[in-house]
């Protein structure tokens, strides 16, 4: 399994200002995503970060939006740029390690 | 395109009552499928999968191709069962380690 720091735990923030979100995990990992969940709805898909590598990004989603870095195996960030009260969600980091995926535990975003 | 439908947003049983968490996907590739479980104030966490054919906490989950459905199911529900459950299936075909498509989620309640 992987143990995954995920920091802030939650943050409110103000309209037009960014936030960067860390990823930390105990092993090193080829994998790491990020996920999106939106009040009442699923976990949604924003990129995949391979160590290296530009992110890749899912339909609907832009790199100006949420730059990513994954400057080595062990770590990622994740920036909401610009925010507005629609980014207001819960924010997961999660990781692949023996085909199996673990989270993250979130961070809440309060955008006012 | 791969997809996940978790019909149902609620599901309520009593204490020792059976449980079915229904799951229907669309998968091009031979899937694997997951299920992942969420209780209240934790981290998302994968249950089972159905290549493992395990039983977790007493849930189990069979593969049925003919109905594209990997429904999972309990004979005897516990209150501590309570707690949101997702459906889930690689968003790349045949490709291990890959990130997840997950349903919309079904959340159970089991009361006494």
């Known amino acids: 399994s992987a143990v995954i720091s995920q920091k802030p735990s939650r943050d409110i923030c103000q309209r037009g200002t960014s936030l960067t979100i860390q990823c930390q995990v105990d092993s090193q990992v080829t994998m790491m995503f990020w996920y999106r969940q939106q009040p009442g709805q699923s976990l949604t898909l924003i990129a995949t970060a391979n160590q290296g590598s530009e992110a890749t990004y899912e339909s609907g989603f832009v790199i100006d939006k949420f730059p990513i870095s994954r400057p080595n195996l062990t770590f990622s960030t994740l920036t909401v740029s610009n925010m507005s009260p629609e980014d207001s969600s819960i924010y997961l980091c999660s990781v692949a390690t023996n085909e199996k995926l673990f989270f993250g535990s979130g961070t809440q975003l309060s955008v006012l | 395109a791969q997809r996940v439908t978790q019909p149902e947003k609620l599901l309520s049983v009593f204490k020792g009552a059976p449980v079915e968490l229904k799951c229907n996907y669309s998968?091009?590739?031979?899937?694997?499928l997951f299920w992942y479980v969420q209780y209240s104030r934790q981290r998302l966490q994968l249950l089972l999968r159905?290549?493992s054919r395990e039983s977790i906490k007493g849930f189990t989950a069979d593969l049925n191709k003919g109905e594209t459905s990997f429904h999972l199911k309990k004979p005897f529900a516990q209150e501590e069962d309570s707690a949101m459950y997702y459906c889930a299936l690689p968003a790349k075909i045949d490709q291990a380690g890959t990130a997840l498509i997950f349903g919309k989620g079904t959340t159970l309640s089991v009361s006494s």
């Open positions: 998968y091009s590739g031979s899937p694997e």
């Open positions: 159905h290549i």
